[in-house]
């Protein structure tokens, strides 16, 4: 069943377009080396908060690649790039 990983932070404005830069190069790493990422979308709220949407084949898929997420470089350079993360997961039961 698919899920999706919704991450919100804010950045720097300043940092906005190197943050978008290396989220893209974090996602084809991902795509790389953990197979199950369908689709990734960015959005920003009024405030400046960053909405960030995951979706993945399944929960394990979206598992395996949060485990490793520790030693994926690419991680560690967008998330230097945040402040004030914070993460859920959902599963989708319906799509219309």
Same mark, same amino acid.
């Given at each position: ?22 989220? =893209?190069?974090? &996602? ?9 990422? %369908?689709? $990734?979308?960015?959005?920003?709220? !009024? ?21 490793? =997420?520790?030693? &994926? ?9 945040? %402040?004030? $993360?914070?993460?859920?997961?959902? !599963? ?5």
């Amino acid at each position: 069943m698919t899920v999706v990983r919704i991450t919100r932070f804010k950045t720097d404005p300043a940092n906005d377009a190197e943050m978008i830069d290396k989220r =893209a190069t974090l &996602i084809a790493a991902v795509r790389e080396s953990y197979p199950g990422l %369908t689709e $990734a979308r960015l959005g920003r709220l !009024e405030d400046g908060t960053w909405i960030d949407h995951w979706y993945w084949e399944s929960a394990e898929h979206m598992q395996k690649a949060l485990a490793s =997420a520790p030693t &994926i470089p690419e991680a560690g350079a967008v998330f230097a790039l945040t %402040t004030d $993360a914070t993460a859920e997961s959902a !599963e989708i039961v319906a799509v219309v």
